[in-house]
């Protein structure tokens, strides 16, 4: 059961980062919407895993190859969903899975029937232009730097606390924590597709147990919420040194969002 979570990590994140990495926002949009539902898949193992008494991590094996064209990254998706077969479980839940995959199957087919659709691949140039816009070379590196660090961040705290969520009885701590999920899932949105912009997609590195197994509640809120003030700093310093105002007001914006995300914190502390 657990080697099935796994891939259905490893595909999560497959169909996730395509999403990134594709430049037509019909596209995007879609896989996006398909990554969410290969999330719920992972939750729903992992309850299913926890009712039967096993257990499950967020090891991984996958790597993100760098590819050219958009026929390339979906020719590779289908093939990593095909090869999810094998790890269906033989219930009613692996024929959930089994039926969205068949649907986001025959999407992808639709997607490879128009050559139109295969457009020019950027997201892994490393190019690091913003767009049409000239920013400086300072500015450029302390963006990178932000987005390598966040976006690492925000796919930790997605599985941190989705780990957390599935153990808890309490109502409250199961509210926040969905909350949390959801906006680290805007969060690591927002920062992979301006990584994809930049030319520098990168997956996360992979989580260590000790990471996501919480002995200590209260102290891994109170650790948490120093993290959550050192992002807001960071938001800031960004949004004073970018001189671009559109890319100023979303750190602003950001940093308003983490403000909550303490109070959440506190009212489980």
Known sequence: MNKTYQ?????????????????????????????????????????????????????????????????????????EIKAFHSFYPDNVLGKRIKTDDIYLLEYLSEVLSKEENNKEITAFNMQRKWE??????????????????????????????????????????????????????????????????????????????MTYVVKDLDKFLVDGIAEEEAAKVMCKELSDAITDEKLSKFFDFINYQENYHIELMKKLL
């Open 7 to 79: 891939k259905k990590h490893e595909l999560w994140l497959s169909t996730l980062f395509a999403s990134f990495a594709i430049n037509d926002e019909t596209i995007k949009s879609r896989l996006y919407d398909f990554s969410q539902i290969a999330f719920r898949h992972m939750k729903w193992l992992g309850e299913q895993t926890l009712e039967n008494g096993e257990n499950y991590n967020y090891d991984r094996s996958m790597v993100l190859l760098k590819r050219n064209t958009v026929f390339e990254i979906i020719e590779a998706l289908k093939n």
């Open 132 to 209: 049409d816009r000239e920013l400086e070379q300072s500015q450029i590196d302390a963006l990178t730097l932000f987005l390598f660090d966040e976006s690492y961040k925000e796919y930790e705290l997605i599985l941190i606390y989705a780990y957390m969520q599935a153990r808890t009885k309490n109502i409250l701590q199961f509210n926040v924590f969905q909350d949390l999920v959801d906006e680290s899932h805007f969060h690591l949105k927002s920062f992979g597709n301006m990584m994809a912009k930049l030319g520098i997609l990168a997956l996360p590195r992979e989580l260590h147990e």
